[in-house]
């Protein structure tokens, strides 16, 4: 059983100083053996970025699906797994008002950094939470695959990559403590895969290769550390190659030697 301080001393060994942007992806089953539970491990990674910018996915694509479903912010269950869910009730979070997209965030600037998302017309905005990722921050994958790097979505949204929208407008409403915000956008669509983003894990080898991303030591999962602004740069030269790159699991070397 791991104790808070432990986690500290393994978050301090990521070599981050704690005044950075950090995206954390998690399957918290891989790291659940420490004493306090979810909340303990949120604390510790509290504590050590609280001079910087901590978030957590809170995605509701599974649920706010249809026109004119609505998310209630405050209560409304994530989608993605247990220790965002964990971050929604924490009083010390803040989350976006993006309807299916959403994140908590906890730090310096945090409301300043999720405003955009109120202005949101697709599922990952360049513009909103997930893109503005590329302007320095980080990405942790705690015992978590590439394929949930949801800022991938973000480049391809930004590179006008085909086929990953819905033809269909929805209309979604956040209701953020009884105020309704409207949000007119598509749904992520692909004819190729119902689950586009499997294709994303093929990038982990080239960004090892590269230093753009390393494998850490966070308790006992199997993680990796990504620079957001290079795997941006990195991303942005694979589909300059291929705008096609991600629709399938062809080799990323074999592209980018073109």
Not at 13 to 20: A, R, S
Not at 49 to 64: D, Q, R
Not at 149 to 156: D, G, K, L, P, Q
Request: charged letters at 25%; proline letters at 3%.
């Amino acid at each position: 059983m791991y104790k808070k301080e432990e986690l500290l001393n393994e978050i301090k060994n990521i070599e981050l100083n704690g005044n950075e942007t950090l995206m954390i992806h998690s399957s918290f089953s891989s790291v659940k053996n420490i004493e306090g539970g979810a909340e303990a491990f949120l604390e510790a990674f509290k504590e050590y970025f609280k001079n910087g910018l901590l978030l957590l996915p809170s995605h509701t694509w599974a649920s706010i699906k249809n026109d004119n479903d609505v998310l209630n912010k405050q209560e409304a269950n994530s989608c993605v797994g247990y220790l965002t869910n964990v971050a929604i009730k924490d009083k010390d979070f803040i989350r976006s008002n993006h309807p299916t997209h959403s994140v908590v965030a906890y730090g310096m600037n945090a409301i300043d950094y999720i405003k955009d998302d109120d202005y949101a017309k697709t599922p990952v905005s360049p513009n909103g939470s997930f893109g503005k990722l590329k302007n320095n921050g980080y990405i942790l994958f705690i015992g978590a695959p590439l394929s949930k790097n949801t800022f991938i979505h973000s480049i391809e949204e930004e590179t006008n990559v085909d086929d990953r929208f819905t033809d269909h407008i929805y209309t979604f409403y956040t209701n953020d403590n009884n105020k309704l915000i409207k949000f007119n956008m598509p749904r992520h669509y692909s004819t190729l895969n119902p689950h586009i983003s499997d294709n994303y894990e093929k990038l982990l080898p080239v960004l090892l290769k590269r230093n753009i991303a390393k494998k850490v030591k966070i308790m006992d999962s199997n993680s990796y550390l990504l620079d957001a602004k290079k795997t941006y740069n990195l991303v942005k030269e694979i589909l300059n190659k291929d705008i096609h790159a991600f629709d399938d699991l062809r080799d990323i070397e074999e592209i980018l030697n073109k």
